[in-house]
C-alpha cells in the first residue's frame, strides 16, 4: 500500500500562488508515476500534471500549462505542485494520486486539498 498525504490548500487572491505537497509512504517503490488531480464544484475529476519516474518527464492539462509546476524531492517521496497565476477557475479540491507499475489506473489516493481562489 502507498499513503498520501496532500497539503498546502488554501485561500488566495487571483494572480496569488500555492504550493501544495503530497508525501509519500509505504510501498513507495512500487509507484511508477505521480500525478495531481482535481475536482472543482459540479464537475468531474480532471487530471492537472503528472511526473512519470522512469521516464523523468512531466505532463501537464492544457488549462496549467506555463502555470503550474509539478517537481518532485530528491528521493521521490514527496512531489509539489507550484501553482502561478491562479484563476477563480482553478478552485477545486486537489488530489495526488499514484500509479503502481504495471498498472492504467491510480490506485492510491490522497484526502485532497482545497484551493479556492478569489476574483
Known amino acids: 500500500q502507498v499513503h498520501l498525504v496532500e497539503s498546502g490548500g488554501g485561500l488566495v487572491q487571483a494572480g496569488g500562488s500555492l504550493r501544495l505537497s503530497c508525501a509519500a509512504s509505504g510501498r513507495t517503490s512500487i509507484t511508477a508515476a505521480m500525478s495531481w488531480f482535481r475536482r472543482a464544484p459540479g464537475k468531474e475529476r480532471e487530471f492537472v500534471a503528472s511526473?512519470?519516474?522512469?521516464?523523468?518527464?512531466?505532463y501537464y492539462a492544457e488549462p496549467v500549462k506555463g502555470r503550474f509546476t509539478i517537481s518532485t524531492d530528491n528521493v521521490r517521496n514527496t512531489i509539489y505542485l507550484q501553482m502561478n497565476n491562479l484563476k477563480p477557475e482553478d478552485t477545486a479540491t486537489y488530489y495526488c494520486a499514484a500509479r503502481a507499475t504495471n498498472r492504467v489506473e491510480y490506485d492510491y489516493w490522497g484526502q485532497g486539498t482545497q484551493v479556492t481562489v478569489s476574483s
Open positions: 511526473i512519470v519516474w522512469n521516464e523523468d518527464r512531466t
